[in-house]
């Protein structure tokens, strides 16, 4: 099964731009997911199994190396990474 997530990341300090930096460069290690960024969020795609495992993996990785941060998530069955041609 296909899915789609939104993730934002909230770091609970001053300097958090480079934990999200980090936060997405690991993302973008696992070859079998796609990754979109922007100003608000991230999206990733891919199987389901394998999106929400690259996702466990980094968020717990962020929890052990930057303490306090809130993730928000919005996942969907199915790819959604097709942008739409109006």
Same mark, same amino acid.
């Given at each position: 099964m296909e899915c789609?997530?939104?993730i934002s990341m909230h770091p609970l300090n001053?300097?958090?731009k480079?934990?999200? +930096?980090?936060?997405?460069k690991r993302l973008?290690?696992?070859?079998?997911?796609t990754i979109?960024? &922007?100003g608000m969020s991230t999206q990733i795609f891919g199987n389901y199994k394998r999106v929400m495992n690259a +996702?466990?993996?980094?968020m717990k990785n962020?929890?052990?190396?930057?303490?306090k941060v809130v993730? &928000?998530?919005k996942v969907m069955n199915g790819n959604l990474s097709e942008k739409p041609q109006f």
């Open positions: 789609s997530v939104e001053a300097d958090y480079p934990a999200i +930096i980090d936060f997405i973008r290690k696992h070859s079998f997911i979109e960024t &922007n +996702i466990n993996t980094e962020t929890f052990a190396e930057e303490g993730f &928000n998530m």
